[in-house]
């Protein structure tokens, strides 16, 4: 058993003590199964949350309503939730009501694919009432029971479904690829800080091109802001090299430059996406296309934002200059303002003058200066290069 597992062994003993069954459940499981690494862990229980509470001393209702909640045992924070069944979804995000039961096989009837539906128990034995490991060998992705009614109860599953082909390298099943198609407008319904984090989890997966084939066939295009029509922009996309890209700022720099939007802001925005990404990426949209540096353009960029461009540069062509890049931008004697050994008031107490945009263009003919060897980073220099610049 995975060290993750063991060091929540004693919740579950404490659970059981009291009367109540728990097991390890969803794609902890999915993943020890695998052999993958396992991030996180849920527990799953007979007991209801009242119960809950009673078998443990410190307690947090995070979602009791839904029949979850966070106990503290060793220092660690573990999430309990109770075995339960889900009544109508009106708005295909989130069930109506939840009922809380004591049975294992019905909440995980309500699960979106077989290979998330399995629990271990403290013995390590796998209880799969419906096949999951079985789909694992054939490396497919099934829905359990009827996949409409899955996709009917949460749209988003349409999205995590495809983003599993990207990140396990596995298949659709038949009945769950026809579903799919068939109830993809369902995801109009869902919010797009939702799927924006299933898009991402799509493009960082190893089978990306086959996750971005998918969206196209299943026609889950037109559902994603700034996707529509973009279909041979996507087919294009396919080609361009795409592995290892962790990072979810690098993500949407790459999906901007495959489907070049009218307006970028504009684009990003309709993703709600958190403002210091979006700049972040506004900002290498500016200087994309660009592969030649010098040692003060470095400086100035900032070597995140190099880094980005470099990498738009390496996903189109296969060609990086990162190593470089980054040996030049760690050689310069400043690799921001906070290194020069003067400041903003510095200047104006030398100079006698008052703040205003001189001062910024001062800063910044001083910033190159030093870049450029023309004087060394230390006051003495700088305050007499500073008087005769002005004078």
């Known amino acids: 058993m995975k060290e993750i597992f063991r060091k929540a062994v004693p919740v579950l003993e404490k659970l059981e003590q009291a009367g109540f069954e728990a097991y390890f459940v969803g794609g902890s499981v999915r993943d020890v199964i695998l052999g993958r690494d396992v991030a996180d862990i849920d527990i799953a229980t007979s007991a209801f949350p009242e119960e809950v509470k009673q078998v443990f001393t410190r307690t947090f209702d995070t979602g009791i309503e839904h029949g979850t909640v966070s106990v503290l045992d060793a220092g660690e924070i573990y999430e309990i939730t109770t075995f339960r069944t889900e009544g109508t979804y009106a708005d295909f995000r989130r069930p109506d009501e ?8 019905k909440d995980l009837e309500r699960r979106d694919f077989t290979m998330n539906a399995i629990a271990m128990g403290l013995d390590g034995r796998f209880i799969d009432p419906f096949g999951g490991q079985e789909d694992m060998k054939k490396k497919q992705i099934r829905a359990v029971g009827k996949p ?45 800080e939702r799927i924006a984090v299933e898009l991402v989890k799509l493009m960082k997966g190893q089978a990306v091109k086959e996750g971005l084939k998918l969206l196209a066939e299943l026609d889950i295009l037109p559902f994603l802001p700034g996707f529509q029509e973009k279909a041979p ?3 294009a996309l396919q080609n ?7 990072d979810e700022t690098v993500v ?7 489907l070049e939007p009218e307006n970028v802001t504009s684009f990003l925005r309709a993703w709600k996406l958190p403002n210091k990404l979006m700049r972040d990426v506004a900002k290498a949209m500016e200087k994309a296309e660009k592969t030649v540096w010098s ?8 070597i995140e934002t190099v880094r980005l461009i470099d990498y738009g540069h390496y996903v189109r062509t296969g060609k990086s200059q990162w190593e470089d890049l980054q040996a030049r931008f760690l050689a310069l004697p400043i690799q921001s303002r906070n290194d020069v050994q003067a400041s903003g008031n510095d200047v104006m107490a030398w100079t006698n003058k008052t703040g205003g945009p001189w001062l910024k263009e001062l800063l910044a003919r001083l910033d190159q200066a030093i870049i450029e060897g023309d004087i060394a980073n230390n006051p003495e220099e700088i305050k007499g290069w500073v008087k005769h610049v002005i004078n």
């Open 98 to 105: 939840v009922t809380f039961i004591r049975s294992l096989e």
């Open 295 to 302: 040692d003060y353009e470095l400086f100035e960029t900032g």
């Open 148 to 192: 409409w009614e899955r996709f009917h109860e949460d749209a988003l599953r349409m999205m995590r479904g495809v983003r599993f082909v990207s990140q396990l390298q596995f298949q659709l099943e038949a009945d769950t690829y026809a579903a799919m198609q068939q109830n993809r407008a369902l995801l109009a319904n869902i919010a797009v």
């Open 240 to 246: 361009w090299h795409l592995e290892d890209l962790q």
């Open 233 to 235: 922009a996507v087919e």
């Open 252 to 258: 949407w720099f790459v999906l901007v430059l495959a």
